[in-house]
């Protein structure tokens, strides 16, 4: 088996992005973005599934994680336009008017609740205004995405890496008394057989 190089390379960016989207996934919770906690569900568990391909030589899962992958970056490419254009109405399913955690808890965000609240605004939520965020929310999210597709980016190429080195080291590998690395040749058939005389002695 030898020193494990990719595998090992491609082991600490699972966990790194397990790591990453964990911490991703509370402040989705908090916010309560429904699409972004299925999404981020789903990526540990491919992550997961794609670290243990890796430790134990399952090219199967390592192939079913790169595949993720794509999907996980294209997803984050979707997240950083849509923040981008300030819209959250898919990110919520328009079912509630739950937004990302870090508008109103940014770094140096001042929220203040206006008093009396718009005839709109719906009672059981309250109406408030942000302001002398040093970094925009949307910025903060952007950061999150941009960081989970440069994890994705490497996690792709060492998944592709570590496949085609399972791939040669199955290719190559030496059954105990089977084949040689001259490869292998059946038993020669002769036309006859010669017998030879036995003698016991007594």
């Avoid at 990719?6 to 600490?12: I, M, N």
């Avoid at 080195?165 to 020669?188: A, K, N, T, V, W």
Wanted: aromatic share 16%; glycine share 8%; charged share 10%.
């Amino acid at each position: 088996m030898g020193c494990c190089g990719g595998r090992c390379t491609l082991a600490f960016i699972c966990g790194m992005q397990l790591v990453s989207v964990l911490e991703r996934q509370v402040f989705d919770f908090l916010g309560y973005q429904w699409a972004p906690i299925l999404t981020n569900f789903l990526h540990m568990v491919t992550s997961i599934l794609g670290l243990f391909g890796t430790i134990q030589f399952r090219p199967r899962y390592v192939t079913m994680y790169a595949a993720w992958l794509v999907v996980w970056m294209s997803w984050n490419v979707f997240i950083i336009c849509f923040y981008l254009e300030e819209s959250d109405l898919i990110m919520t399913f328009n079912l509630s008017m739950h937004r990302s955690w870090w508008m109103e808890n940014g770094p140096g965000c001042r929220v203040t609740t206006v008093t009396p609240p718009p005839f709109w605004a719906p009672e059981d939520h309250r109406y408030i205004s942000i302001t002398n965020c040093l970094l925009g929310y949307q910025y903060i999210e952007v950061c999150h995405s941009a960081l989970q597709i440069l994890l994705a980016l490497l996690g792709f190429i060492y998944a592709c890496y570590v496949v085609k080195l399972i791939s040669e080291e199955e290719d190559s590998f030496d059954f105990i008394g089977g084949f040689d690395s001259y490869g292998y040749q059946g038993p020669q058939k002769t036309s006859h057989l010669q017998l030879q005389p036995m003698y016991m002695s007594k």
